[in-house]
């Protein structure tokens, strides 16, 4: 907690007691308590897209270069030949799950309940195989165009040859990253034959690291946090100009690749026969780290579904850091440290500090809200998952399922329901509970993982 001097602080130009008086949830969110917020800034005007500098054909765009390198992938990972080289993960219903949801909220929670397995996504097992190996093959492309060894209309199959590994084993990708991230830059990046490096944060897992020296990917490890690792990172690349670096905290073509999701799923709700429209919302509970991939799966289901579709970021109570920043509308000028808060937390992909300001920025006005977990019911909600649905997550990919009992069971949630006129419309509304990772956990880490939210 904060120290009896933090108040004599500045913060971004206001001291902790000013903060709270204008925000009195920050004492909550001070104090570690779960909490539940509604972004007052969220709007219905459609207006708000044309504010911001992305648009649906820069989704599109990206869409089709995946598309494009769909016959590269199919050859290069054999696990992805059945989809043919389409990177894509189950739609599911759980209705198991909502049922212990609802025994434990003591609640009738309407509508149904869906997850979203990017759990299960190939080659990374985790959401960052959306926009880390999209933006990989962006610069991938970029490099070969300029080079005239490729256009638009090749078998991009070819890359999968020595001609191109050895050309790009003249350039190297960089990264900073809690563990995810790094893994599918550094899996699809070594692949192609770049030399990689991976910045990793304290809080990276064991397991991650090893995996990635085993397709050889220089891993540097720092002691301090996430905001630490992206900041070498960043310094280091900038002396090298062979070196391309993936911003995390900044990077359009991570949060385009992360939006190509919306039209995957569209595709999956109408396989399932569920129609999403005025009288049928949908809400959508996204675990957060810095924010590029909620914030981008969020921009294409706003793009595709307006004001019928209803997105919250979850994030753990010790790395609130979208949400401080969103509150104070500082966005990446303040983090958790700065509130007294340690940064620590089970959820490893989550332990980010401070948060992306250009997602921060982006979704101001397209974010429903954000709501926080304890990291004990992150392991609770894991076991609970693998017994009731035989679905395995990482702690952090559980964060989204609390969202519905966030909606039903709190003055928040159930005030947005009543602005937003949706009283009526909840019956027939779908929950979905993005699961962000844990196909390429380790089975003994995994064991560990559940013993913990059994014995909780």
């Not at 500098?53 to 696990?79: G, N, Q, T, W």
């Not at 979208?322 to 007294?340: A, P, R, W, Y």
């Not at 397209?366 to 304890?374: A, D, E, F, N, R």
Request: charged share 25%.
């Amino acid at each position: 907690m904060w120290g009896a001097d933090m108040d004599e602080n500045l913060i971004s130009g206001k001291s902790l007691k000013q903060w709270i008086t204008k925000f009195p949830i920050l004492s909550e969110v001070i104090l570690l308590k779960e909490v539940t917020w509604i972004n007052p800034n969220y709007s219905n005007d459609e207006g708000v897209f044309s504010k911001i500098p992305l648009s649906s054909a820069d989704v599109e765009d990206a869409d089709e270069r995946l598309k494009r390198f769909a016959p590269y992938i199919s050859k290069a990972f054999s696990e992805t030949s059945k989809e043919n080289g389409r990177i894509e993960s189950p739609l599911v219903e759980i209705p198991n799950m909502k049922k212990y949801l609802e025994e434990i909220s003591c609640n009738k929670l309407e509508g149904r309940l869906l997850l979203k397995c990017d759990n299960n996504l190939s080659i990374s097992g985790s959401i960052k195989a959306r926009g880390g190996i999209y933006e990989v093959l962006k610069h991938a492309e970029d490099l070969a165009f300029s080079h005239n060894m490729i256009t638009k209309e090749n078998d991009y199959s070819i890359l999968c040859s020595d001609k191109f590994r050895d050309f790009y084993s003249k350039y190297s990708i960089a990264v900073g990253s809690t563990g995810n991230l790094g893994l599918s830059i550094g899996i699809m990046a070594a692949k192609l034959g770049f030399k990689v490096k991976v910045h990793m944060s304290s809080d990276a897992k064991k397991w991650k690291k090893s995996l990635l020296l085993s397709k050889g990917v220089n891993v540097i490890e720092y002691k301090s946090d996430y905001s630490k690792a992206v900041e070498e990172g960043r310094k280091l690349a900038e002396k090298d100009l062979n070196c391309y670096f993936i911003d995390d905290e900044n990077s359009k073509d991570l949060f385009l690749g992360y939006a190509t999701a919306a039209e995957r799923v569209h595709s999956q709700l109408e396989a399932m026969s569920i129609t999403v429209d005025n009288d049928h919302p949908l809400f959508v509970y996204i675990p957060c780290g810095v924010g590029g991939g909620p914030g981008g799966v969020s921009f294409g289901l706003k793009l595709l579904y307006g004001n019928n579709v209803h997105t919250f970021f979850a994030e753990p109570t010790h790395s609130p850091c979208m949400l401080i920043g969103s509150i104070t509308e500082k966005h990446n000028k303040v983090c958790v440290q700065d509130f007294g808060l340690d940064n620590k937390t089970a959820a490893d992909g989550l332990a980010v500090g401070r948060p992306s300001g250009f997602v921060g920025k982006t979704m101001g006005s397209l974010l429903s809200g954000i709501y926080t977990v304890k990291d004990a019911s992150l392991f609770k909600l894991l076991s609970k998952t693998a017994d009731l649905e035989n679905i395995y997550l990482e702690p952090s990919a559980t964060a989204g399922l609390p969202g519905i009992m966030r909606i039903f069971n709190t003055k928040s949630g159930k005030a947005y329901i009543d602005k937003h006129n949706l009283n009526n419309k909840m019956r027939n509304a779908v929950h979905i509970a993005w699961a962000t990772g844990g196909g390429m956990v380790p089975k003994d880490e995994m064991n560990n993982y559940y013993k913990i939210g059994i014995e909780l």
